[in-house]
């Protein structure tokens, strides 16, 4: 924190470094790389929001009407792998199945006449990007919803049935109702994490040809701190991410 507004020295330290205060945020704000990165960020994050955040509380509820209870284990155990695969090694698979002679990459090549890879295509990178994400986290998120799952009381879905209500029915009414609070809870966590796109995964996955639509603020201050060594630079994007990331969590707390 404190290195954000400094002029930060490794040689003088912290305590030795000339303090600029606020230079650094007002440099990163007025600079044409701040609308870039900060869409870049907010459309990646939002988009993955929307369409991963579902995806874990539908497999709860499709694993919780599943009557089998050796099958439903199967599909368990299946959906969580992609969580402790490597991240390295993940990247390596999806760049291997979007090459040009790969799985994806050919039959979109087949289907559209191009027959670069799609990593290399700025407007593909968003959708591989969520759709991997989808898979890796669905059947890890998905523990949480099966938990509280499992404390809803089976007597409300016995009175259901005596009414004559259906398994649709009983999900609406009964179901997602029950867990409404673990939801929520999840929302608010989540959201508190929109300004968080993980650099790990887009470093490992983009590439100069794609930076208008990959680059974002967690790279942007990984390449202005490590690479090119502008420490309190980098200190100062970072602080701002964080701080616009906890008035998101107390925003979404109070509505």
Avoid at 92 to 98: A, L, N, P, S, T
Wanted: charged share 15%; hydrophobic share 50%; net charge positive.
């Amino acid at each position: 924190v404190l290195m954000s507004f400094q002029d930060f020295s490794p040689r003088l330290g912290i305590m030795g470094s000339e303090w600029v205060g606020l230079q650094h945020f007002q440099r990163f704000l007025s600079s044409s790389d701040f609308q870039r990165v900060l869409g870049n960020t907010l459309k990646i994050s939002l988009t993955t929001l929307v369409c991963e955040f579902p995806a874990p509380i539908l497999l709860a509820l499709l694993l919780n009407e599943m009557p089998n209870r050796r099958v439903k284990k199967v599909v368990q155990t299946f959906s969580y792998l992609p969580h402790f695969i490597s991240m390295v090694v993940i990247c390596g698979m999806i760049k291997i199945f979007v090459a040009n002679d790969g799985l994806i990459g050919a039959i979109a090549a087949r289907l559209t006449g191009n027959n670069s890879s799609l990593l290399m295509q700025s407007n593909k990178f968003l959708p591989i990007y969520v759709i991997s994400s989808i898979w890796q986290a669905v059947g890890w998120e998905s523990i949480i919803y099966l938990a509280a799952l499992a404390s809803v009381d089976p007597q409300l879905y016995e009175a259901a049935e005596i009414d004559g209500a259906g398994r649709i029915r009983k999900i609406i009414n009964i179901t997602l109702p029950s867990i409404s609070t673990t939801i929520v809870t999840m929302l608010i966590l989540r959201l508190g994490k929109v300004m968080n796109v993980g650099y790990e995964k887009i470093i490992l996955l983009y590439n100069e040809g794609i930076y208008e639509t990959a680059d974002v603020i967690s790279t942007y201050v990984y390449r202005m701190g490590l690479v090119d060594r502008q420490y309190s630079f980098s200190a100062a994007v970072g602080l701002f991410n964080s701080v616009v990331n906890f008035l998101l969590v107390i925003l979404a707390n109070r509505f």
